[in-house]
């Protein structure tokens, strides 16, 4: 993937750090999911059916939380991002999908934090460097 995720956002008008979790995975979840469905789309032409349905396999709160476990695993964030992760991770939310556990629904949050929050901070180089790595777990699960 060679191109910019270069949204029209402007990091003068807020700091991500004073944001809730929540809030910040608000975004997250939207900058994940457009992530995933550009790399579906560049990766091969198919039916609109058949990327709805690849999406929603890496969307999910069980495979978001696959991908920050191999980040946390790999050592690859830094001080920062793993304190975004632990308010994402601590955030008190009002339900649970009914097909993520409780434990992978905190931490597919964190992710999403994680990913807002460095959207929002206009780190979208970073971004996609942690895409990346997460989408190596995606290749694995659909092994």
């Given at each position: 993937?060679?191109?910019?995720?270069?949204?029209?956002?402007?990091?003068?008008?807020?700091?991500?750090?004073?944001?809730?979790?929540?809030?910040?995975?608000?975004?997250?979840?939207?900058?994940?999911?457009?992530?995933?469905?550009?790399?579906?789309?560049?990766e091969?032409?198919?039916?609109?059916?058949?990327?709805?349905?690849?999406?929603?396999?890496?969307?999910?709160?069980?495979?978001?939380?696959?991908?920050?476990?191999?980040?946390?695993?790999?050592?690859?964030?830094?001080?920062?991002?793993?304190?975004?992760?632990?308010?994402?991770?601590?955030?008190?939310?009002?339900?649970?999908?009914?097909?993520?556990?409780?434990?992978?629904?905190?931490?597919?949050?964190?992710?999403?934090?994680?990913?807002g929050?460095?959207?929002?901070?206009?780190?979208?180089?970073?971004?996609?460097?942690?895409?990346?790595?997460?989408?190596?777990?995606?290749?694995?699960?659909?092994?």
């Amino acid at each position: 993937m060679t191109s910019n995720l270069n949204l029209s956002t402007d990091a003068k008008r807020c700091d991500p750090a004073l944001l809730s979790p929540l809030a910040l995975a608000f975004v997250g979840d939207t900058v994940f999911d457009l992530l995933v469905r550009e790399m579906l789309v560049t990766e091969a032409n198919r039916p609109v059916g058949k990327l709805h349905a690849l999406s929603a396999q890496r969307v999910c709160a069980g495979a978001q939380a696959d991908g920050i476990r191999v980040l946390l695993e790999s050592g690859a964030l830094t001080d920062e991002e793993v304190a975004v992760f632990k308010r994402g991770r601590n955030a008190h939310t009002s339900r649970t999908p009914k097909n993520a556990t409780e434990a992978s629904y905190h931490l597919a949050t964190a992710c999403e934090a994680l990913f807002g929050y460095l959207y929002l901070k206009g780190d979208t180089g970073r971004v996609r460097e942690l895409f990346s790595l997460i989408c190596e777990c995606f290749d694995k699960r659909t092994e």
